[in-house]
């Protein structure tokens, strides 16, 4: 009986392919550094440490939106990091 359980443990392990378990574990961890990032990033927002303008807050908003453009493009299109960074948007 304990031979059967210990071959339906195997096949079941058999059946989780180990990218996608190295893919959620990176994915988590990668989100969460992204998280702390981006909290850091807020902290410039205090008027009492550091001085900006708006241009500045632009500035941000363009840039951010270009990275997390191109991540989500490589994802779509399955495209290299590389290739989807340089890559010019269509629109």
Known sequence: MSNNKSLK???SR???DP???AFERLFERRIEALREDARLLMNLSNPYN????PEDAERL???LN???RAAVDSFEN????QVALTRKRQR
């Not at 399955?78 to 990091?81: A, I, M, N, T, Y």
């Open 19 to 21: 990218r996608r378990i």
């Open 61 to 63: 908003r363009k840039e």
């Open 78 to 81: 399955r495209l290299p990091v």
């Open 14 to 16: 058999v059946d989780v």
């Open 9 to 11: 443990a195997k096949s």
């Open 50 to 53: 550091y001085s900006y303008g």
């Open 66 to 68: 270009s990275i997390m």
